[in-house]
C-alpha cells in the first residue's frame, strides 16, 4: 500500500448497553405515565357509571314511593296507612304499609289502577347490604300480613330509609298508624310524608348518597 493511500474506517457502531438501558428506563418511565392517566380515567368513568346507576335507582325509588302513596285510598270509612320501626342487625329501618290504587299489573286478566295493599320493607343481602323491597298484592281489602315476603328489590345499597308523617297540625311523627287511638292519626293519612333515602357509595363509605323528597297525600279527610 502507498504512503499517499489513506485507511478508510468504519464510523458506524452498536448501541453501548448503558444508552440501552436508559432508552428502556425512559420507555419504562413513559408507559408508566400513559397507564397511571388511562386506568384514572377509567376510574373515573365507572365513579360516573355507578353514581348515575345510584341516581337513577334512588329517582325511580322516590317516584313509586310518591305514585303509591298518592294513591291510597279509603277502605270502607277510614284509610289504612301504617309504619313502623325495625330492627336489622345494628341497624333499625322503616317499614310502610297502605291501601292504594297503584297496584302495577304484571298479568294479562289484571287491571291497572285496583286497590292493593302495597308494602315497603328492608331485607338483608347475602353479601351483608340491604336492600328495599315492594310488595304489592291486589284484592278485595287490605292484606292482614302487612311484611310480605314475596315482593320485589326497588332500590340496592341502603343505608338508611328514614321517613317522617306530618299531621294536620303540622305536627311530626316518626311512626304513623291509622289503626291507632290516636285522634290525629285514626282512620287518617298524613297531611305530608318525608322521605330520606341514604345510599351506599361504593367508591367513599364515608360520603353516602343521600336523597329526600316530600309527598303531600292530596286526599280527604
Known sequence: MSAGSSTIHDQSRGFTLVEILIAIF????????????YSGTLRVIREIEDDSRMYKMARITLDRMNRDLCAA????????????????????FHTLFVWSGGHLVFEKDELPGQSASIAYFVKEDREGGFSLWRSDVAGHKPSEEKKSEGGLIICR?????????????????????????LSNQKGKPPMLVRIELILENLHDGEKPHRFSTRIFLPVRK
Do not use: C, P
Open 73 to 92: 285510598r279509603r277502605f270502607g270509612d277510614a284509610f289504612v296507612f301504617q309504619s313502623e320501626k325495625t330492627s336489622l342487625g345494628r341497624r333499625e
Open 157 to 181: 345499597n341502603l343505608r338508611e330509609l328514614n321517613l317522617k308523617f306530618y299531621d294536620e297540625n303540622g305536627l311530626e311523627h316518626d311512626v304513623w298508624d291509622t289503626a291507632s287511638s
Open 26 to 37: 425512559i420507555l419504562g418511565i413513559v408507559l408508566t405515565t400513559i397507564y397511571a392517566a
